[in-house]
């Protein structure tokens, strides 16, 4: 599967964006689906994952009660809905697609296939 995501850009803190991932390939349903970012000079870090169904996700701390990964199937799209952004939500944010574990890993090695990541930007 080839992933593709988008929506970053620039934003002020306080604002809101929402980064797509759109997958080719057949059986986007399969794969639990996750977010990852990377901050520079930064690890990559854990941000959400959702289940391959959609029902159950999961959010990194950090980021709980202002972000929302969902996706649709029927779309081979999943999203990443980011509220109250705070300067350091900075970082080029990476979807991911897992074929093993159902309801999606949050370590990043657990993760098959990457997209290209897209670029979010926080001014304070």
């Known amino acids: 599967v080839q992933l593709q995501a988008s929506g970053g850009g620039l934003v002020r803190a306080g604002g809101s964006l929402r980064l797509s991932c759109a997958a080719s390939?057949?059986?986007?349903?399969?794969?639990?689906m996750g977010w990852f970012r990377q901050a520079r000079g930064k690890e990559r870090e854990f941000v959400a994952a959702i289940s391959r169904s959609g029902g159950i996700t999961r959010h990194a701390d950090s980021v709980k009660g202002r972000f929302t990964v969902s996706r649709d199937n029927a779309k081979n799209t999943v999203y990443l809905q980011m509220n109250s952004l705070k300067p350091e939500d900075t970082a080029v944010y990476y979807c991911?697609?897992?074929?093993?574990?159902?309801?999606?890993?949050?370590?990043?090695?657990?993760?098959?296939?990457w997209g290209q990541g897209t670029l979010v930007t926080v001014s304070s």
């Open positions: 991911a697609a897992d074929r093993t574990n159902p309801y999606g890993s949050w370590l990043g090695r657990d993760y098959d296939y």
């Open positions: 390939g057949r059986a986007f349903s399969s794969y639990a």
